[in-house]
């Protein structure tokens, strides 16, 4: 077709080409069919479902505290940065059910025409709004929570320190000695003897090491009492030294040690108060 005016040459206009129709693939029906599950009663469909996995699996997040030992039965058995890992842990976990709660709150609506397209299409944007973002949250929640319960395991384990030993000692006067001070025993001139008794726990120890138990004298430096202990199946090495026939002003020294932890105990003469410290051991 050309078209010509005064002074202008003329111009051909091409007619447009058609591209092929081709065929409808198996693929082309796999998106067809895809499509299909993107309709707004699909998506609520998968807003209940979102919700109800939030709900069901929280559960985890407290099981990855207590798999790793960050939480205890009642309470957290960590301290510092851990614990306030842990607390933060748990909040998003609270945080994740409520939005998931929020968002299957049951919404009536009474005047709405299913006969107006456009009053269906608002109600499905409003329902897909109202609870498609608390949904979001709440799996975000959970996200963010699982990844701090892991986050406090590591700081605990980073962070820990060997279990702290515990000791006990104890100055207790004879039986004989405490008879024969009696009304009964007066004027025998029986000195009075005492008895002390020293109990060590270490907990901790790997299979090759142990921990050692001396009691000595304070003025003589004489060894009273000592024991060596090999740790058992759970690390945990405990003796009990038991000296007997002290006189009561005689002041003891009781030195326990194990793996890198100390103790010392010092009982004075007399009526002294007695003294305990435990911590790194010295080289």
């Known amino acids: 077709m050309t078209s010509e005016t005064a002074g202008e040459q003329p111009v051909t206009r091409q007619p447009a080409l058609q591209e092929p129709v081709r065929p409808v693939s198996g693929?082309?029906?796999?998106?067809?069919?895809?499509?299909?599950?993107?309709?707004?009663?699909?998506?609520?469909?998968?807003?209940?479902?979102?919700?109800?996995?939030?709900?069901?699996?929280?559960t985890?997040?407290?099981?990855?505290?207590?798999?790793?030992?960050?939480?205890?039965?009642?309470?957290?058995?960590?301290s510092g940065a851990a614990r306030w890992i842990t607390i933060a842990a748990v909040a998003c976990a609270a945080l994740a059910v409520a939005c998931a709660l929020a968002a299957q709150i049951l919404t009536i609506t009474r005047h709405l025409n299913p006969e107006n397209l456009a009053a269906v299409r608002a109600w499905?944007?409003?329902?897909?709004d109202t609870r498609g973002y608390?949904?979001?949250?709440?799996?975000?929640?959970?996200?963010?929570?699982?990844?701090?319960?892991?986050?406090?395991a590591i700081v605990a384990l980073a962070t820990a320190e060997p279990s702290q030993p515990t000791i006990a000692v104890t100055r207790a006067l004879d039986h004989a000695a405490v008879t024969a001070l009696g009304p009964s025993a007066q004027g025998t001139g029986a000195p009075p003897t005492t008895t002390i008794t020293a109990e060590v726990t270490f907990r901790g120890l790997t299979s090759g090491q142990s921990a050692t138990v001396v009691v000595s004298s304070a003025t003589s430096g004489q060894v009273l009492a000592s024991a060596a202990i090999t740790p058992a199946t759970d690390g945990t090495a405990t003796r009990t030294l038991t000296v007997s026939g002290l006189p009561p002003a005689e002041p003891v020294i009781v030195v326990a040690r194990g793996g890198s932890q100390q103790c010392r105990a010092s009982l004075g003469a007399g009526s002294a108060r007695p003294v305990v410290a435990c911590g790194p051991a010295s080289p």
């Open 27 to 58: 693929e082309d029906r796999v998106w067809v069919d895809l499509a299909g599950e993107l309709t707004p009663a699909k998506s609520l469909e998968r807003v209940d479902t979102a919700t109800a996995r939030v709900v069901s699996t929280v």
């Open 124 to 128: 499905y944007k409003r329902r897909i």
């Open 134 to 152: 608390p949904t979001r949250a709440a799996t975000v929640l959970l996200l963010i929570g699982a990844v701090l319960a892991g986050a406090a």
């Open 60 to 78: 985890v997040i407290g099981t990855l505290l207590g798999g790793f030992g960050v939480f205890g039965a009642t309470q957290p058995s960590v």
